[in-house]
Nanobody, 124 residues
Framework: QVQLVESGGGLVQAGGSLRLSCAAS????????MGWFRQAPEKEREFVAAISWSGITITYADSVKGRFTISRDNAKNTVYLQMNSLKPEDTAVYYC?????????????????WGQGTQVTVSS
């Protein structure tokens, strides 16, 4: 398993932007499909975006499509989530996750490695 550490969360006003990073340790990062999930208080964890090991396949939740962009840099062992036009309903703890299958998976159960999360708060 890779070890994952998220960063870049914070407090931002509605309409603003944040860029989350997820740094991975270990030599096998480039084989992993990577995903971003989020969990708001008293809600279940939900899928946000995913990217395959090659970066060719990318999927988004409908709620973030057109506003968020997932990308990866395998040379830096890092995956990113650029979040624009943020809304108060985007407030949540954001987690990155790794799937050794290499695919861009929607379901959280497909992922075998998880970070500790980073808080994103969007004020109205």
């Amino acid at each position: 398993q890779v070890q994952l550490v998220e960063s870049g969360g914070g407090l931002v006003q509605a309409g603003g932007s944040l860029r989350l990073s997820c740094a991975a340790s270990g030599p096998t990062f480039s084989r992993y499909g990577m995903g971003w999930f989020r969990q708001a208080p008293e809600k279940e964890r939900e899928f946000v975006a995913a990217i395959s090991w090659s970066g060719i396949t990318i999927t988004y939740a409908d709620s973030v499509k057109g506003r968020f962009t997932i990308s990866r840099d395998n040379a830096k062992n890092t995956v990113y989530l650029q979040m624009n036009s943020l809304k108060p309903e985007d407030t949540a703890v954001y987690y990155c996750a790794g799937d050794l299958s290499g695919r861009a998976e929607y379901g959280s159960r497909k992922y075998d490695s998880w970070g500790q999360g980073t808080q994103v708060t969007v004020s109205s």
